[in-house]
């Protein structure tokens, strides 16, 4: 059975930086094998795309997180990483991680003074 844990979100002050984590298991072919993407969603929002991977390795930015956030993986940890810089209040959000249409629980991740 595939399971997907994402880790990493916490309180973070404007401008500062998180790590979230996607970890998947249980499957054959991993990270590797599949495109992989981070989704957000904000209290009373619709879940919204914010970045993904490919199976090739390609990247896809929402506008609004371009140049600030990273997306990459490793394969031999079936990780896919979301390296978050120059956070702003409205980064804040429950971040999920999408493996072929399998969610996790999601990580938390408030920016706020």
């Known amino acids: 059975q595939v399971q997907v844990v994402e880790s990493g979100g916490g309180l973070v002050r404007p401008g500062g930086s998180l790590r979230l984590s996607c970890a998947v298991s249980g499957t054959t072919f991993g990270v590797g094998g599949y495109a992989t993407g981070w989704y957000r969603q904000a209290p009373g929002k619709q879940r919204e795309f914010v970045a993904t991977?490919?199976?090739?390795?390609?990247?896809y930015y929402a506008d609004s997180v371009k140049d600030r956030f990273t997306i990459s993986r490793d394969n031999a940890k079936n990780t896919v990483y979301l390296q978050m810089d120059s956070l702003k209040a409205e980064d804040t959000s429950v971040y999920y991680c999408?493996?072929?249409?399998?969610w996790g629980q999601g990580t938390q991740v408030t920016v706020s003074s």
């Open positions: 999408d493996f072929r249409n399998i």
């Open positions: 991977i490919s199976r090739e390795g390609h990247v």
